[in-house]
């Protein structure tokens, strides 16, 4: 009858949705190590074309710590041997660590990952930069009035979503958080801040030294 037939069809079209929508893709992750220093390396995932919002689950090769207070971008779930959990934030895609080797290995090689449970991988990585140019970084003031001034810090390269740290000759103040970053760490002479994208904002009380030195990338200091 026709109600049959059309009871078929749609229970065909039901099957046909469900076999297409398969498990989720992994050809959008890159893994990165931005630096490595004696003791400890800063690196960042990528996510791309996934849902906002998801679990994020890897695989060192190597003997790796990741603690939970350093990682940026994502929430630490937890760490079993080498495998560690994150929830990315709702409109995050891209996330910072720092691991602390386990013994002298070397390296932080990746050999697979979850998406929301589903496993995929090996991530594409690159190698990190044997050294880091301090224009990466440009600390700029951007308006002045008779009582603050903001500074912009635009990244580029390994900087971006990175662990800046700077110095000032002088004592400054910063006047409420800034925006684009998590301050990690300050004192009133110096700052750690882990950038959320390619750029970031501060706003400083009139007095504060308008330059910065000791200029710090992914806890390397940079070259001219």
């Given amino acids: 009858s026709g109600k049959m037939v059309g ?28 630096s490595w220093w ?8 990528t996510v ?5 919002g998801f679990t994020f689950q890897w695989t060192f090769l190597d003997s790796i710590t990741v603690p939970s207070g350093n990682v940026w971008g994502a929430t630490f779930n937890s760490q079993s ?7 990315l934030e709702s409109d995050k895609d891209i996330f ?9 290995v070397g390296q932080a090689r990746v050999g697979g990952y ?13 190698p990190a930069p044997t050294s880091l140019s301090c224009s990466l970084v440009n600390y700029a003031v951007t308006s002045s009035f008779d009582t603050y001034f903001i500074v912009r ?8 979503h990175g662990l800046i740290e700077w110095t000032w000759s002088g004592s400054a103040t910063v006047t409420g958080p800034p925006w684009g970053a998590e301050v990690l760490s300050s004192t009133p002479t110096s700052m750690k801040i882990a950038a959320g994208g390619d750029a970031f904002g501060l706003m400083l009380t009139a007095d504060a030294p308008r330059t910065i030195s000791n200029l710090m990338i992914n806890g390397v200091a940079c070259s001219a």
């Fill in 153 to 160: 810090v635009a990244l580029t390269g390994a900087a971006q």
């Fill in 48 to 52: 791309k074309n996934h849902d906002y």
């Fill in 7 to 34: 009871l078929h069809a749609a229970l065909l079209l039901l099957l046909a949705l469900q076999c297409s929508a398969g498990p989720a893709t992994c050809s959008d992750v890159t893994y990165q190590i931005t």
């Fill in 81 to 87: 041997g080498n495998t560690v959990s994150v929830t």
């Fill in 114 to 126: 979850l998406i929301n449970g589903v496993e995929c991988g090996p991530a594409a990585s690159t």
């Fill in 38 to 45: 004696q003791g400890a390396f800063v690196a960042r995932f």
């Fill in 96 to 104: 910072t660590f720092q691991g602390t080797p386990n013994a002298d």
